[in-house]
């Protein structure tokens, strides 16, 4: 079973039964604040499957959210070195991991330019 997600500004909305379902405010949205927030929803419910559906900010590509995903998922994978080689040498590669649709945890990105 899967839940899908869409996740913006701190806050998440379940698609499946409307409203939003889990938020946390931070005084900044970067990528340590964006991990905490899934992470904080995948301990929900950690053996269920998750899709977030999220704009393509740099913070939802990061190297910490594909340690985080394998991770949760049990991937025992050598990611390689951010900037330098493997799933984690460039914002693509780690986007192609992250949208992997055999992961349990992954994410679909809307269409660059395009408006929520």
């Known amino acids: 079973m899967y839940s899908t997600w869409n ?13 939003i379902y ?10 340590n604040d964006f991990n905490c927030h899934i992470a904080s929803i995948i301990a929900t419910k950690p053996s269920d499957g998750w899709i977030f559906v999220t704009d393509q900010l740099n913070t939802h ?5 594909v340690r985080l995903v394998a991770t949760s998922c ?3 994978v050598d990611l390689g ?11 693509e590669s780690r986007a192609a991991f992250l ?3 055999s992961h349990s945890i992954r994410f679909v ?6 408006s929520w």
């Open 7 to 19: 996740t913006f500004s701190g806050a998440s909305w379940d698609v499946a039964n409307g409203g």
């Open 22 to 31: 889990h938020s946390t405010v931070a005084p900044t949205r970067n990528e």
């Open 61 to 65: 590509k990061s190297e910490s959210l």
């Open 74 to 76: 049990g991937l025992n």
């Open 81 to 91: 070195i951010k900037g330098k080689s493997g799933i984690l040498h460039s914002m």
């Open 99 to 101: 949208t992997d649709i």
């Open 109 to 114: 990105y809307t269409p660059k330019h395009s």
